[in-house]
C-alpha cells in the first residue's frame, strides 16, 4: 500500500509561480512512475507531467506548454511539480500519482496509476 500526500497548493496571482510537493510511503518509491493530473470544475481530470524511473518525463504539451517542470527526489520520497506563468485557466485540484509496480518510463493513461493522492486546490486570481 502506497500512500501520498500533496501540498504546496494555494492562492496565486495570475503570472506566479507555485511548487506542488507529493510525499510517498510504502513501498519502493524509486521503482515507481509518478504523474500529476488536475481537475476543474465541471471538467475531467486530466494528465499533466509524468516521470519514469529513469527519470525521463513526459509532458500534455496543450496544457503545460513548457510553463511546467515534473522532478523526483528518491532520497525524500517526493514528487515535484514546479509551475511557472501561471494563468487563471489552471486553477484547479491537482493531483499526483504513482503505480505500484516498476515503471522505467513515464505514464501517461490515467488507468496506468495505482494510487492517489487527495489532491490540493490551486487558485489563480487575474
Known amino acids: 500500500q502506497v500512500q501520498l500526500v500533496e501540498s504546496g497548493g494555494g492562492l496565486v496571482q495570475a503570472g506566479g509561480s507555485l511548487t506542488l510537493s507529493c510525499a510517498a510511503s510504502?513501498?519502493?518509491?524509486?521503482?515507481?512512475?509518478l504523474g500529476w493530473f488536475r481537475q476543474a470544475p465541471g471538467q475531467e481530470r486530466e494528465f499533466l507531467a509524468g516521470?519514469?524511473?529513469?527519470?525521463?518525463?513526459?509532458y500534455n504539451i496543450d496544457s503545460v506548454k513548457g510553463r511546467f517542470i515534473i522532478s523526483r527526489d528518491n532520497a525524500k520520497n517526493t514528487v515535484y511539480l514546479q509551475m511557472n506563468n501561471l494563468k487563471p485557466g489552471d486553477t484547479a485540484v491537482y493531483y499526483c500519482?504513482?503505480?505500484?509496480?516498476?515503471?522505467?518510463?513515464?505514464?501517461?493513461?490515467?488507468?496506468?496509476?495505482?494510487?492517489w493522492g487527495q489532491g490540493t486546490q490551486v487558485t489563480v486570481s487575474s
Open positions: 516521470i519514469g524511473r529513469t527519470g525521463l518525463r513526459t
Open positions: 500519482a504513482t503505480t505500484a509496480t516498476l515503471r522505467m518510463v513515464p505514464v501517461s493513461r490515467e488507468g496506468g496509476y495505482d494510487y
Open positions: 510504502g513501498g519502493t518509491f524509486s521503482n515507481y512512475a
